[in-house]
């Protein structure tokens, strides 16, 4: 069945430090990609997605590159900041029923000042 | 932008007793509500796919007379934890998928449960 992996946490970056959280996946066919966000008290929100094969997704200075080959998509930012502190998921949604979402583990990113 | 409500946010029941969580979308109607359940520090596990007007249908090992989920709206869908244990405390999240978009899903604040 689909699965998605993500880098283990929690990662602990200074403020303005590279950002990049590691996610690769396996499915069946040629499934969409997402990266959610969850902040502390709140629900989770779609940071950026991919549909198709080297399409580049970007939201708030994040970017993530549909690498079918490698069947990854990799999260990175260049400049993180405090407020970037939160748990990332990725996640995938795969064949034809395109709201059931595969998601990895979660990964905690604590940025600080 | 789309929002989905859920509501307790939070519950503490004991044991043997029964919860009902909703979810609610605000501003879009939902033909599709999906239930998630997320354990501490674990990723979150798809219970079931709520759809409006028809029976849910649950993933393989989610037992369906414990979790009674209803979709008795575009805008509502509920889930029903039906006599509580302890092991069924969780953080249960829901999220819904606009009628006419079968793109971006919009997730609820997640409603924590606490069963003693």
């Known amino acids: 069945g689909d699965s998605v992996t993500q880098m283990e946490g929690p990662v602990t970056l200074s403020e303005e430090a590279f950002l990049t959280i590691n996610c690769t996946y396996t499915a069946t066919g040629y499934p969409s990609l997402f990266w959610y966000v969850q902040y502390p008290g709140e629900g989770l929100q779609l940071l950026l997605k991919a549909t198709k094969a080297d399409d580049k997704g970007s939201n708030k200075g994040f970017e993530a590159t549909y690498r079918k080959e490698t069947t990854s998509f990799h999260l990175e930012k260049g400049s993180v900041q405090v407020s970037d502190s939160a748990v990332y998921f990725c996640a995938l949604a795969g064949g034809t029923s395109y709201g059931k979402l595969t998601f990895g583990q979660g990964t905690i990113l604590t940025v600080h000042p | 932008g789309a929002v989905v409500s859920q509501h307790p946010s939070w519950v503490i029941c004991k044991s043997g007793t029964s919860v009902k969580i909703e979810c609610r979308s605000l501003d879009f109607q939902a033909t599709t509500m999906f239930w998630y359940r997320q354990f501490p520090k674990q990723s979150l596990m798809l219970m079931a796919t709520?759809?409006?007007?028809?029976?849910?249908?649950?993933e393989q090992g989610v037992e369906k007379d414990k979790f009674l989920i209803n979709h008795a709206s575009l805008t509502l869908s509920t889930l029903t934890v039906t006599s509580a244990h302890p092991e069924d405390s969780s953080f249960y999240i829901c999220?819904?998928?606009?009628?006419?978009?079968?793109?971006?899903?919009?997730f609820g604040e997640g409603s924590r449960l606490t069963v003693l």
């Open positions: 709520s759809n409006e007007g028809s029976k849910a249908t649950y």
């Open positions: 999220s819904a998928r606009r009628q006419t978009n079968t793109g971006e899903l919009f």
